[in-house]
């Protein structure tokens, strides 16, 4: 199946009649069409959880109506929709998922419809209970461990032991979630599959990075540890050095799937002899009898391990500062287009002082001895400025028109028309037959042709109109009383 299915359009059309933009934005971007979600509906979604005026649990109440659907892609995309706001939205959305005492019940989920739906039903429900299981470590600790500050001052290097040995196996049951989705890289045969996996490709190096530094501070501790948390440390270091190896086959599948391989960290494990001091540190503090380590032999183990790990922790970095590259290079893209758009806009950002004085001087004539008025381009065109000889001209006060210098010649003003009443605005455009003469390259274009942008000037009455031409800009004001036009 691909493209829009009618459900879709006829829902997207409902939700466009009852003015609920947020429903509509997240129905295109789980739609029946096998791809994953459009970036423009996605960025329209992060964009409305930084709104302080947006309700954050319709909109999560509306991405757990899609997955009600039967449709294994139209739950896929909802699923992928929703953690794609967990990782790059406003916290406030992660707030509310983590408050909510149930999220997505798909444990049972399966599609036997489609042609694909046995088996991507399998990594639907895979995925629910990541989700699941990343809320949850929210409401735990109440942070985000992928966004979390890391680093020699960052969050985990910086933990009590305490609360260090709480923190880390929520961090494993987190990465356990994220490893047990088992894909292989013949199962990533669609676009919707591969959205969730390349989320989870992020996920898990972020994931991991702050369980190493986590790690590294629980090693630097050990051995000024009681017995009981040198116990659980231990245990902890274990199942670190197993979901190392496991995050490792997840790495090598993400690399045959054609991801780049500067973004895939090298991950190098510390040293067999470090697990061995752990454990005859741990027998010496039980009573236990054993050959321990001197001191200068435990420290240069334990400084190699560090210094192995933090080496890991570096190629973590790589990715976080390329994707921040990426975002930097498309605002940049942004700001450019916004330049283009500004010619367009031009004739209406206006302020209001200087639309208040513009329709002031439009109102009012000059009537008081030597006030000058300050003329318009536009005014040229104007049925009362006509006079019977050209010549620089002047007003010298009252009503009638003189001559700067002595002349023979009499003026008369052409009668006032009288106020018209107003009426509604028509915008109308120039036609063919009324672009100036002054512009004749201007004479071979069509009326309104692909090069030409325009905007409405209110306060002047007028189009604004830009042309690029022969690698030439023309910027056209075309008035509407006068049927005049007038070239910058």
């Known amino acids: 199946m691909s493209g829009q299915s009618i459900t879709d359009r006829i829902t997207a059309a409902q939700h466009s ?19 994953g979600p459009k970036k423009k509906h996605l960025d329209y979604l992060i964009h409305c959880t930084n709104e302080m005026n947006v309700n954050i649990p319709q909109l999560a109440d ?50 036997k419809g489609a042609l694909q739906g046995y088996d991507m039903s399998t990594f639907i429900r895979r995925y629910s209970r990541y989700l699941n299981e990343k809320a949850m470590s929210y409401r735990l600790v109440a942070v985000d461990f992928t966004k979390m500050k890391r680093g020699i001052d960052g969050v985990m290097r910086t933990m009590n032991t305490e609360k260090l040995i709480k923190t880390l196996p929520i961090i494993q049951n987190q990465l356990d979630a994220l490893l047990d989705f088992q894909a292989n890289p013949n199962e990533l045969t669609n676009g919707v599959i591969n959205s969730a996996f390349m989320l989870l490709f992020k996920d898990s190096i972020r994931l991991f990075a702050a369980y190493n530094e986590g790690v590294i501070n629980l090693l630097e501790k050990y051995f000024d540890m009681k017995k009981n948390q040198c116990k659980d440390a231990l245990d902890i270091y274990k199942k670190f050095l197993y979901r190392m190896t496991k995050l490792s086959e997840f790495l090598k599948v993400a690399e045959q799937v054609g991801i780049d391989q500067g973004d895939i960290p090298d991950l190098s494990q510390a040293p067999s002899s470090l697990l061995e001091a752990l454990e005859q540190h741990l027998a010496s503090l039980e009573g236990k009898k054993t050959k321990e380590l001197n001191a200068d032999t435990r420290a240069s183990t334990l400084s190699n391990a560090v210094s192995s790990l933090s080496s890991t922790g570096m190629s973590f970095s790589r990715m976080d500062e390329k994707e921040k590259q990426q975002a930097l290079e498309e605002e940049q893209a942004r700001l450019q287009a916004l330049k283009v758009t500004h010619f367009i806009l031009f004739g209406q950002i206006v302020s209001g002082s200087k639309r208040g004085r513009l329709r002031a001087a439009a109102a009012e004539r000059p009537a008081a001895a030597g006030q000058i008025k300050q003329l318009n381009p536009l005014d040229l065109h104007r049925p009362d400025m006509q006079w019977n000889q050209p010549g620089e001209k002047k007003l010298t006060g009252g009503q009638n ?8 010649t009499q003026w008369s003003p052409a009668p006032m028309a009288p106020q018209p009443m107003p009426v509604p605005h028509v915008v109308r455009r120039p036609t063919h037959a009324q672009i100036p003469s002054c512009c004749k390259e201007l004479r071979n274009l069509n009326i309104m042709p692909k090069g030409v942008h325009r905007g409405v000037c209110k306060s002047w009455k007028s189009w604004l109109i830009l042309v690029y031409h022969k690698k030439k800009s023309y910027l056209l004001i075309w008035h509407f009383w006068h049927h005049s036009c007038l070239v910058l």
């Open 62 to 111: 509306t991405l757990f109506e899609r997955t009600a659907n039967s449709s294994w892609v139209v739950v896929f995309k909802a699923l992928i929709t929703t953690h794609h706001l967990m990782m790059y939205g406003n916290e406030r959305f992660i707030q509310y998922l983590a408050s909510r005492n149930t999220l997505f019940n798909l444990n049972n989920f399966l599609d």
């Open 17 to 35: 009649m009852t003015g609920s933009a947020i429903s509509k934005a997240v129905c295109k971007a789980t739609t029946h069409e096998v791809s």
């Open 401 to 408: 028109w003189q001559n700067k210098t002595m002349s023979t």
